[in-house]
């Protein structure tokens, strides 16, 4: 098989037995060398400038990417900043919360102290009150208790004649009293 592959390559380079034409081969690289000094002549100013745009393309893209590497670089380290204080940030916020809080319990026990001594105060003054109108009641039953004692003493050792000085001396009284009021 190897052979035979070998056979044909000769053939067809021998142009079927033939001996190799060095002269198309000449004319063809003649042509070939005048179409590419022709592609050069006009293509290669519109080539340049392509290139030359796309390198302008390519250096602006390279400086915008640059631009913004350097701008994550910064924001990078303005978080690292911000992330080694955060420690500090953190203990620091907890302190005033606990010393707000302090503040505000300080506040409440105050208050509270307050409204206590406003309840003790009113507790304080409530039982006055009732202090003396139980007083006040008591008295009040012990003096009708006594004048029904002392009535029920009367009525046993007081005669007539008693009681109609009684009533003298209280009508005697009455009438001065409303000339006293007459006058004024």
Do not use: C
């Amino acid at each position: 098989m190897p052979i035979d592959s070998l056979n044909l390559i000769i053939t067809v380079a021998t142009d079927g037995g033939h001996l190799f034409n060095w002269r198309d081969v000449a004319y063809q690289a003649v042509n070939l060398t005048i179409l590419l000094l022709v592609l050069v002549y006009y293509l290669k100013q519109p080539v340049k400038n392509f290139l030359i745009e796309r390198r302008g393309i390519i250096g602006n893209e390279i400086d915008d990417a640059q631009k913004v590497i350097a701008e994550a670089k910064k924001v990078h380290a303005e978080y690292e900043e911000k992330l080694k204080h955060l420690d500090a940030e953190i203990k620091s916020l907890k302190e005033s919360i606990q010393e707000q809080g302090e503040i505000e319990r300080k506040e409440i026990l105050k208050q509270a102290e307050i409204t206590s001594e406003k309840i003790r105060a009113e507790a304080r003054e409530s039982i006055e009150l009732e202090s003396a109108r139980a007083r006040r009641a008591i008295q009040s039953e012990a003096i009708t208790l006594a004048l029904d004692i002392a009535e029920e003493l009367i009525k046993q050792h007081i005669s007539s004649s008693d009681k109609d000085k009684i009533i003298e001396n209280f009508v005697k009284r009455m009438d001065e009293e409303r000339w006293h009021q007459s006058r004024h």
